[in-house]
């Protein structure tokens, strides 16, 4: 039966191929005792752990490519440094040496503490780093239970594969790049978040936000993925199937044609020359204006520095995102649009800061 569900786009472009569908480490981990003799081989095992998903995120980092923004690399750097840090290590040692408890609980345990103090902070950006620690969590996890730490590739078909998860970490999209899967969607996210970011940068048609697609979408189904307007097609009937196909096709001579003419002048007939300027909502969409051509920002959306967080941007901020767009165009024009808000655009933390 054919179905339709609607998320958030966040990288635009058409993806026609078979759902693969991945999962996380459950975080319902098992809970037993560790006999006394059995507790050093338990602590070599956690060790061990960590530095396999270190070893994995470093080897992440060698698949980067070169032309990549500098975002891959910070990301990368952000879950080693979680892991190196003995606030997610030390306790669960205590915990298997004074407890006997397997490996999987303690780290389980100490997450739980971690994201409990996190829930404290007022500071949304720091809040949002809930999210790397359960990323860095469930990484060591796969370790412990000898799961692979990487997206398991459909043998024979990645490019035409269509992830389907509840949730995709920064250090998995990277993996995009080395597999070439058509496209990925996933129950969370949002339009600015880490992942978001990175599928913009690799020019993957992506969509996020669509609460359940892991749940109703079966492996190996066929799907539409128009991450333009935010659909995902299920089960397309023949005459779907032939339209999005037609409009991929489409699409595609128009990106080669686009992609042919982008260094040439864009002058008219009577001579007069044109400047085409890109917009953008994020600094990281810089990637894809220095690909493109651009000769100017037309507009740098800045409401987009507010959506999509529980506090507001402060000066700082907002003038480091200002400043970057302007090096990076190296004395190009840039038009920065002053907060476009309104019905369909609210942003949270106001309240707050005005008490």
């Not at 190196?84 to 040692?93: G, I, N, W």
């Not at 692979?148 to 459909?154: C, E, H, Q, W």
């Not at 995709?168 to 790049?177: C, E, G, M, T």
């Not at 969509?207 to 995902?232: F, K, M, S």
């Amino acid at each position: 039966m054919s179905f339709t569900m609607h998320g958030i786009g966040v990288s635009g472009g058409i993806a026609i191929g078979f759902a693969h569908l991945i999962s996380h480490a459950t975080l319902e981990v098992a809970h037993y005792v560790v006999p006394k003799h059995q507790v050093t081989e338990e602590l070599t095992r956690f060790d061990a752990a960590i530095e396999a998903a270190a070893s994995e995120l470093e080897a992440l980092r060698v698949n980067i490519p070169p032309a990549a923004p500098p975002e891959f690399d910070a990301f990368l750097d952000l879950h080693l440094m979680i892991l190196a840090d003995s606030t997610l290590s030390k306790v669960p040692r205590q915990l298997i040496e004074n407890q006997q408890c397997n490996a999987e609980w303690a780290l389980k345990l100490q997450m739980d503490a971690l994201l409990e103090q996190f829930d404290q902070i007022e500071d949304g950006y720091l809040q949002e780093r809930k999210a790397d620690v359960i990323q860095v969590v469930e990484r060591v996890l796969k370790a412990l239970l000898g799961q692979p730490g990487y997206i398991p590739v459909p043998i024979g078909r990645e490019e035409n594969s269509i992830l389907v998860a509840h949730d995709l970490s920064p250090a998995d999209v990277i993996q995009f790049k080395q597999y070439h899967f058509a496209s990925f969607v996933t129950d969370l996210g949002g339009a600015t978040s880490h992942t978001a970011i990175i599928a913009r940068s690799l020019n993957i048609p992506s969509i996020v936000a669509l609460h359940n697609a892991r749940q109703l979408i079966q492996e190996n189904e066929l799907l539409i993925v128009d991450g333009t307007q935010g659909v995902v097609i299920v089960s397309p009937d023949t005459r779907v199937l032939a339209e999005y196909r037609l409009r991929q096709h489409e699409l595609n001579l128009e990106r080669q044609k686009l992609k042919r003419l982008r260094t040439t002048r864009a002058t008219t007939l009577d001579g007069v020359d044109i400047e085409l300027h890109a917009n953008i909502e994020l600094p990281e969409d810089m990637e894809q204006v220095r690909e493109s051509g651009a000769t100017g920002i037309g507009l740098f959306r800045s409401e987009f520095l507010f959506l999509n967080r529980d506090d507001l941007p402060n000066e700082d901020e907002q003038f480091e995102a200002y400043r970057k767009v302007a090096v990076d165009m190296e004395g190009m024009p840039v038009t920065i649009r002053t907060l476009d808000l309104g019905a369909d655009k609210q942003i949270n933390g106001v309240e707050r800061v005005a008490t």
